[in-house]
């Protein structure tokens, strides 16, 4: 059973940080694309970030050069750095784990406001 348990979530002013895990079972952690998607109410989820098995990222571009996205293959989790938050960045986050299908985490809101 593939199970993906994010962490980190929180309340954060305008320009702090917060860092997001994922911690992922049941699959073969290395061979997997791991990304992060983000979603606000009435909004489909949008990639925010993804780092393939060999390590290659990819960001979106409202948050190249704040976010960072790193996996640690010997914990089995993926973390997502955000710094310079904005109120814009105010979502749910979801880890995903892509080999042959896409599985998704419960989620962990993000909420950046002064």
């Known amino acids: 059973q593939v199970q993906l348990v994010e962490s980190g979530g929180g309340l954060v002013q305008p320009g702090g940080s917060l860092r997001l895990s994922c911690a992922a079972s049941?699959?073969?952690?290395?061979?997997?694309?791991m990304a992060w998607y983000r979603q606000t109410p009435g909004k489909q989820r949008d990639l925010v970030a993804a780092?393939?098995?060999?390590?290659?990222?990819d960001y979106a571009d409202s948050v190249k050069g704040r976010f960072t996205i790193s996996r640690d293959n010997a914990k089995n989790t993926v973390y997502l750095q955000m710094n310079s938050l904005k109120v814009e960045d105010t979502a749910v986050y979801y880890c995903?784990?892509?080999?042959?299908?896409?599985?998704w985490g419960q989620g962990t809101q993000v909420t950046v406001s002064p």
């Open positions: 780092i393939f098995s060999g390590g290659i990222t």
């Open positions: 049941g699959i073969i952690f290395s061979a997997n694309a």
């Open positions: 995903t784990a892509t080999r042959i299908y896409m599985h």
